[in-house]
């Protein structure tokens, strides 16, 4: 159970792991943009290296990366059958007779293929070396200028952080529902249609009414202990932000120039 | 912001996560769809629950989907949306099941934009993509539809937040 959110998180002790979360948010949100400026060999070519180093010093093995890949495998190759038959322009590669293949259409399927594949990788690393716990917390100093606009960012945070909390938990009691209605003969996996949706309120009534009341025990107790929203709130783990986190947003920003320069 | 206000949306948002990641592998047949999102209705029943679908979305999009951050801007705009011309349009609207239809319908139309990221991201044909992923989206919430009614009368949702 526990694999499936917390297990995408790995502790470990290398130069991407020790990076502030403000800096990784940052740096993730800004490479989705810039992975948009590539759009010849070249171009995508030095993104990929700078992928890689990436995922060299996350020191995360390649193992987790490929089978983060897993579910998006077959959209990658729908993506690119899509463009290897659709887009009909410059010579011929392959002629099948009732279907030609042609360049540009390798070429669009390969460059697009590339694009979604970085991005599954940075945002794979971002989650893999940062704790859910830290990406909040990073989450809540970015979101701070929006304060000014009377966006309520720490309790925004706090609701983040307790959700994080209780996912577990409700997931473990969802699964000892689903047991249960299942011990009573309940069948989710079989049967018509129509029976197997009437199975499922069985299983989301219990489910309700057991996490509103979580909700209300938890309203209770911050209550019980004098919970009164941010104001002069101290915090027990501190964001430090060093050299290493700015060096790696001024790589990122010369690799953006670069490619504005090289882009066809 | 009460505190019981502030719980209750963050277990919202948790179990919107938990069912995300546990209930979505049994398939019914060959449809997929994400059944978190007939939390959508809990809306018709007090606009309140918004704030918990809402950061639902966010967290699972943030840590699940395949196309990354940027099905936080579109997947959680897209909530927003269509959450808030939903919630306008129950002013005017008292019947809990006229809400219903008009929330399947509304969900379904507004898929466009997700379609539109798919577009952009892995360039697939917009009115295919849009076609497809409305159709998942409707099924979801027109099967949720009576689900959600069924519950409300046991549960009472108006009160719970």
């Known amino acids: 159970m526990e694999k499936m959110i917390f297990g995408r998180y790995i ?18 949100f800004a490479f989705i943009i810039v992975v948009f400026f590539a759009n010849n060999t070249l171009t995508y070519g ?42 009909r322009e410059g010579p011929v590669l392959v002629d099948l007779g009732f279907m030609k293949i042609y360049e540009e259409g390798l070429r669009q399927g390969v460059y697009i293929s590339m694009r979604f594949l970085m991005l599954v990788f940075m945002t794979s690393i971002l989650t893999l070396t940062t704790s859910p716990i830290s990406i909040t917390d990073g989450l809540e100093v ?35 529902i689903m047991k249960a209605q299942m ?38 107790a911050m209550e019980v202990r004098g919970y009164r929203g941010g104001e002069g709130r101290t915090k027990y783990r501190l964001l430090k932000w060093h050299a290493k986190d700015t060096i790696i947003l001024v790589a990122l920003v010369i690799m953006a120039i670069l490619l504005w320069m090289l882009r066809g | 912001m009460k505190v019981k206000f502030l719980a209750t949306s963050a277990i919202i948002a948790a179990l919107y996560i938990a069912i995300t990641m546990l209930v979505a592998p049994i398939s019914f047949g060959q449809v997929q769809f994400r059944i978190a999102e007939i939390f959508n209705h809990l809306i018709a029943f007090n606009p309140r629950f918004m704030l918990g679908v809402v ?66 991201v892995l360039d697939f044909p917009f009115w295919e993509t849009w076609l497809f992923v409305a159709f998942g989206e409707f099924v979801v919430l027109a099967v949720g539809a009576p689900i959600m009614y069924t519950l409300n009368k046991r549960l009472d949702f108006k009160k719970l937040i």
Request: one cysteine or more; glycine letters at 4%; hydrophobic letters at 55%.
């Open chain 1, 46 to 87: 030095i993104l990929l290296a700078f992928t890689l180093i990436v995922i060299l010093l996350s020191k995360i093995r390649l193992y987790f990366l490929i089978n983060g890949l897993k579910p998006v495998i077959f959209l990658m190759l729908f993506t690119l059958i899509l463009h290897l038959f659709m887009t």
């Open chain 1, 142 to 176: 970015l979101l701070n200028p929006f304060k000014k606009i009377k966006l309520p960012v720490h309790e925004l945070a706090l609701m983040m952080s307790i959700s994080l909390r209780f996912i577990p938990t409700l997931m473990d009691e969802t699964d000892k």
């Open chain 1, 11 to 28: 502790p470990g002790n290398s130069f991407v792991h020790k990076l502030d979360p403000r800096s990784k948010l940052l740096f993730v």
């Open chain 2, 55 to 120: 950061l639902g979305v966010f967290f699972s999009n943030f840590l699940m989907s395949s196309v990354g951050p940027i099905d936080l801007i579109f997947g959680v705009g897209h909530t927003i949306l269509t959450l808030g011309i939903f919630i306008f349009i129950c002013k005017f609207v008292k019947n809990i099941w006229a809400r219903l239809v008009i929330n399947t319908t509304l969900f379904t139309f507004t898929m466009f934009i997700i379609a539109a990221q798919l577009n952009l």
């Open chain 1, 183 to 220: 011990a009573r003969g309940s069948d989710l996996s079989a049967g018509p249609i129509k029976d197997r949706l009437k199975a499922v309120v069985p299983l989301l009534v219990p489910l309700f009414i057991s996490a509103f009341k979580r909700a209300e025990d938890l309203a209770t």
